[in-house]
């Protein structure tokens, strides 16, 4: 059974019960903040292993929570999975671009938002192999969530370091945008605005990793790979 703590942030009580009951159903442990101050509190007392978060909350709003805790050394690394009643395409964008795991929107089944969670923690979880990846002067430690360009630490989101894992993870290999969507966020790609997405966190990992940045090569009209170097 899991024992994985998440952390739910809905000021919405009828949400917060289901959530909750559902969560619970699965051996997960659940704490929840009403309001964004609170959750930003909890999140960086806490350190859940995932944190729930609706977009439109009293105080701080879903996004502001998001950038705080994505920009904190001890939130940075947990996954979000954003939780709201918007489903404009954009508003999905925007959550996804800020370092956001996955995105539900309501209403939504309990069903689907528990293999969202599962999904989730499995990808960030890992497979249990190899701790530490290496090219030249880039080291990744998958298990501490460090990563280091010449020995000088470098701080990336979730995201990217799950983009640039995936990237090393598959030694040289091309890796597709839609690979990758599917691979790093979980996704069926059907949006030409989430293709972009990949794209923008690539610059940005790019932008991060300064000297080793020339090593992500673009495969014109398919994706990306990572010229590997021993």
């Not at 929840?32 to 930003?40: D, I, S």
């Not at 609706?54 to 996004?63: A, C, R």
């Not at 209403?107 to 990808?123: C, I, T, W």
Request: aromatic share 4%; glycine share 8%; proline share 3%.
């Amino acid at each position: 059974m899991a024992k994985e703590i998440i952390l739910l942030i809905e000021d919405e009580k009828n949400i917060v019960e289901l959530v909750k009951y559902n969560l619970e159903q699965q051996g997960y442990r659940v704490n929840t903040a009403v309001n964004g101050n609170e959750g930003v509190r909890k999140a960086q007392k806490e350190k859940p292993d995932l944190v729930i978060l609706d977009l439109m909350l009293p105080e701080l709003d879903g996004i502001e929570v998001c950038k705080i805790l994505r920009h904190n050394d001890k939130t940075a690394s947990i996954p979000i999975i954003m939780l709201t009643a918007r489903s404009e395409e954009a508003d999905k964008i925007v959550g996804l671009e800020l370092g956001a795991d996955d995105y539900v929107t309501k209403p939504f089944s309990p069903r689907e938002l528990v293999a969202r969670v599962k999904a989730v923690l499995r990808r960030i979880g890992g497979d249990g192999g190899t701790k530490v990846l290496k090219s030249g002067g880039l080291e990744v430690d998958i298990e501490k969530h460090i990563v280091t360009v010449k020995g000088k630490r470098v701080d990336l989101t979730s995201k990217e370091f799950e983009l640039l894992k995936c990237l090393l993870d598959v030694k040289g290999r091309v890796l597709s945008r839609d690979q990758l969507l599917t691979k790093v966020w979980g996704y069926e790609p059907s949006l030409e605005l989430e293709t972009r997405t990949v794209d923008m966190h690539i610059g940005q990992l790019r932008k991060k990793i300064k000297s080793e940045s020339e090593k992500i090569i673009t495969v014109k009209n398919v994706g990306y790979r990572f010229a590997i170097e021993e």
